[in-house]
């Protein structure tokens, strides 16, 4: 008796081991794409009965075509498909409305925006097809910004109720698992378009055949920054932080900056905090997300919103 093809060994294999301990609905995200209809072929046959969702982000023209074939092949498949856009989204959790989706950012940025507000209303775990590939595009992206740590460490294998089975799984191993099946993938005009910064990493990369090591250079990174993290909290004292380690220090800042403005900080945010500790020279406040600013007074930082 033979066993499945390679590829389809191998994306199965993934998803199987993600699963063990995972229990009640599952959920494939699917955009059409190879690496997200491979992955819901190896949940129809890991987790018989599941099912897969379609985001719609409506930013192309002829989207809607192009979600409907994606769902109609994760019902050929056997599971319970859906498509889900902006124009339908669903309030099904507290602090939740529409009026969060507006864009801000890139293209790039509002799309990510509308696809988990939108997986933010699906029962269970959620699987997200991210690969190998899409893992070292991460941390070169990173790498190219001047990010920290956190952000070199790429995309976690789990994070809440997302999980990500093939982040040991090759862009290649998943097309070659489409084929397999027999499934038609499509092709995102935008991952050809060099005017996004992912689309010129993502050539680089295929031209140095680097992959495997920017990925695994991010899940050691990972290590170092979860441990960093959990030494770390939110302060305000001068005294106490200059007397940290420079990477606790910077993490102190930013969760005491976060807890403040009630936003994510960015790490010139943290440069520009560093400086009321490591270079005071009297300089005025520091700009925060939201409108807030942070300015030092009697050996303490003080937050002060946008407001006053």
């Known amino acids: ?88 989204f669903r309030v099904d959790r507290p602090g939740q409305d529409p009026g969060d989706l507006p864009a801000s950012g890139g293209p790039e940025a509002v799309a990510r925006r509308i696809r988990y507000a939108l997986l933010d209303t699906v029962e269970g775990r959620v699987l997200l097809g991210h690969t190998r590939d899409d893992q070292a595009e991460s941390v070169l992206l990173g790498l190219v910004r001047g990010s920290g740590a956190r952000a070199l460490s790429g995309m976690p294998e789990a994070r809440g109720r997302y999980l990500r089975p093939f982040l040991d799984i090759s862009r290649e191993t998943t097309h070659r698992a489409c084929h397999e099946a027999g499934l038609t993938a499509w092709d995102d005009p935008h991952n050809d378009d060099p005017s996004y910064l992912r689309v010129q990493v993502r050539r680089l990369l295929d031209n140095l055949d680097v992959a495997p090591g920017l990925a695994r250079s991010a899940r050691l990174l990972r290590e170092d920054a979860d441990c960093l993290d959990a030494q770390a909290h939110p302060d305000n004292d001068v005294r106490r932080l200059a007397a940290l380690p420079a990477a606790l220090r910077s993490r102190a800042l930013k969760l005491w900056a976060e807890s403040e403005c009630g936003q994510s900080v960015t790490s010139a945010h943290v440069d520009a905090l560093r400086g009321l500790i490591d270079d005071w020279h009297g300089q005025g406040p520091v700009a925060l997300p939201g409108g807030g600013r942070a300015r030092r007074s009697e050996g303490v930082l003080l937050f002060v919103p946008a407001s006053e």
């Open 1 to 88: 008796m033979t066993g499945p093809p390679a590829a389809t060994a191998a994306v199965r294999v993934a998803v199987r081991r993600c699963l063990v301990d995972v229990e009640g609905p599952v959920t494939a995200a699917v955009s059409g794409g190879a690496d997200s209809l491979a992955l819901a072929a190896a949940l129809a046959f890991e987790r018989p009965g599941s099912a897969a969702v379609v985001v719609d982000h409506q930013l192309q023209e002829g989207s809607a075509e192009v979600a409907a074939k994606a769902a109609a092949q994760c019902e050929g498949l056997g599971l319970r498909a859906c498509v889900l856009a902006p124009g339908g």
